[in-house]
């Protein structure tokens, strides 16, 4: 079983993109928290809040500020930042997050059937606790993603609604992240 299937507690994952958001993901139920903001200056205390709220964080390494998206930043994630994971669209960065004991997701985006098959492959490569799927209002294609790998599916992207919520969680998604607060 992976690990991050006993983190999920609540199945509406708070997708922060801006920092004055933080603090309605603090409220909020959601009990994950993917953040999408942030810079090297700033990312420590954002994750402290985080994880002193009793939440886990995944920052997304390519949208963090000075801190580069390459093996050298994901070490000095771990060594110094300590978040539960990371999310990364690259799968060399998930590797080297697994090697410093993160959980990590990767980010893969399905714009066509080619794109499928690549991100399967992807993933089957790098095995991340955690495949994000986007844009994650695609029912039947997260339904054959979960049937594709045994890897659990977070839908992501273009979520507007508890209805596309309960679609993709149906269709077999551990959860989706939402970066609407209303959502969360």
Known sequence: MYPIV??????????????????LALKSEANIIFLLTGSIFNMKELVDRIKEAGKHVFPHMEFI??????KSGVAYM???IKPTGIISTKSNLIRVAKDHKLMAIQRIFLIDRSAVTRGIKAVEQSQPDAIEVMPGIMPRIVREMTNMTPLPIIAGGLVGNQEEIDEAL???????SAGKSDLW
């Open 6 to 23: 006993d983190l999920v507690e609540h199945q509406t994952i708070a997708a922060v993109q801006r920092e004055e958001d933080l603090e």
């Open 170 to 176: 149906r269709a077999g998604a551990l959860a989706v």
């Open 78 to 80: 771990a060594q110094n």
């Open 65 to 70: 500020d000075g801190i580069a998206p390459d």
